[in-house]
């Protein structure tokens, strides 16, 4: 049973930065794309950010030169470092894994992120 633990979110002013942390278990995540998504109220949750197994990156426009996203292979974790956040990004953050040899999508459970004064 794979598992996503979504950790690191938070209140923080506009400019501030914060790190999310996605702790996956319960497979072997070779053959997993990982990857952060986001869904603001009354907005469609959307792809920030995913990065492979051999470390290809992509990120929504929005979000390039401000998040980066990074992967500890042997702790399988996925981490989404922003920095210069603006209220635009508040939203819940969702932990996404796609086992891409299989076509499966597992979820966190999100984790809130809000950019205010």
């Known amino acids: 049973q794979v598992q996503l633990v979504e950790s690191g979110g938070g209140l923080v002013q506009p400019g501030g930065s914060l790190r999310l942390s996605c702790a996956a278990s319960g497979d072997n995540f070779s053959h997993y794309n990982l990857g952060w998504y986001r869904q603001a109220p009354g907005k469609q949750r959307e792809l920030v950010a995913r990065i492979t197994p051999r470390s290809t990156m992509d990120y929504v426009d929005s979000v390039k030169g401000r998040f980066t996203i990074s992967r500890d292979y042997i702790k399988n974790t996925v981490y989404l470092d922003m920095n210069n956040l603006k209220p635009e990004d508040t939203a819940v953050y969702y932990c996404?894994?796609?086992?891409?040899?299989?076509?499966?999508?597992?979820w966190g459970e999100g984790t809130l992120v809000t950019v205010s004064s």
């Open positions: 996404n894994a796609l086992n891409f040899v299989r076509d499966i999508n597992y």
